[in-house]
Nanobody
Framework: LQLVESGGGLVQPGGSLRLSCAASGFTLANYAIGWFRQVSGKVREGVLCANARDETTRWGDSVKGRFTIARDNAKNTVYLQMNNMKSEDTAVYYC?????????WGQGTQVTVSS
C-alpha cells in the first residue's frame, strides 16, 4: 500500500509543472486527497485538498488561481497542476490520502522554481 509521486524538477518562474501521485494497493477514489509542501527547516504546509466528492479546499491564498488538483480514477492517480509558478513555490511536495483515520503519504518530490 503506497503512494508514489513523480513529476518534480526545475522550472523557471512563470512556468508550469504537473505532479503525479499514483496509488497502489488501495482505491484512491475512496479517499480524500491532499498535496502538501515543505521547505527545509519549516513546517509542512497544506496546498490543496479534495474530499472523496472532489470538493476542493485551498489552504491560504498563495496558490489561488494557479494550482489545481485533479483525479484520474482509471489510473488510480491524482495530479497537482501548478501554473505561473513563483520562487516561493520551491519545496518538497508530498501527496496524502486519508479515509477513516487511515493516512498514506508519498515519499515527496522536489520542485525548484528558479531562473
Amino acid at each position: 500500500l503506497q503512494l508514489v509521486e513523480s513529476g518534480g524538477g526545475l522550472v523557471q518562474p512563470g512556468g508550469s509543472l504537473r505532479l503525479s501521485c499514483a496509488a497502489s494497493g488501495f482505491t484512491l477514489a475512496n479517499y480524500a486527497i491532499g498535496w502538501f509542501r515543505q521547505v527545509s527547516g519549516k513546517v509542512r504546509e497544506g496546498v490543496l485538498c479534495a474530499n472523496a466528492r472532489d470538493e476542493t479546499t485551498r489552504w491560504g491564498d498563495s496558490v489561488k488561481g494557479r494550482f489545481t488538483i485533479a483525479r484520474d480514477n482509471a489510473k488510480n492517480t491524482v495530479y497537482l497542476q501548478m501554473n505561473n509558478m513563483k520562487s516561493e513555490d520551491t519545496a518538497v511536495y508530498y501527496c496524502n490520502a486519508e479515509a477513516g483515520g487511515t493516512n498514506y503519504w508519498g515519499q515527496g518530490t522536489q520542485v525548484t522554481v528558479s531562473s
